[in-house]
């Protein structure tokens, strides 16, 4: 199984950006699917997450800006990004999880800066 997450780079305050995570090995149907980034000297924290069902979840800091959306006959997941912030800047991740397993992926840079 991998996952592969692109998207990030570097972007000015307010601006946005789509991550996309690809995942191959496995079909997405059953797969609860989840992005989450680490900001350097800080905790890994969760963003966002799908279920296998569609429903979106978010974290409080990105509530009201970002979009997660899942396409399983592409078995991609995207992560619009509206309204960056500095505090945004972090190495963002996918995960793929499924009844005990779970996946990562290389993860992609994101930079909010002026």
């Known amino acids: 199984v991998q996952l592969q997450a692109s998207g990030g780079g570097l972007v000015q305050p307010g601006g946005s950006l789509k991550l996309s995570c690809v995942v191959s090995?496995?079909?997405?149907?059953?797969?609860?699917i989840g992005w989450f980034r680490q900001a350097p000297g800080k905790e890994r924290e969760g963003v966002s997450c799908?279920?296998?069902?569609?429903?979106?979840y978010y974290g409080d800091t990105v509530k009201g800006r970002f979009t997660i959306s899942r396409d399983n006959n592409r078995n991609t997941v995207h992560l619009q990004m509206n309204r960056l912030k500095p505090e945004d800047t972090a190495v963002y991740y996918c995960?793929?999880?499924?009844?005990?397993?779970?996946?990562w992926g290389q993860g992609t840079q994101v930079t909010v800066s002026s």
């Open positions: 995960n793929a999880r499924y009844l005990f397993y779970s996946y």
């Open positions: 090995g496995v079909s997405l149907d059953d797969y609860a």
């Open positions: 799908v279920g296998s069902e569609g429903t979106p």
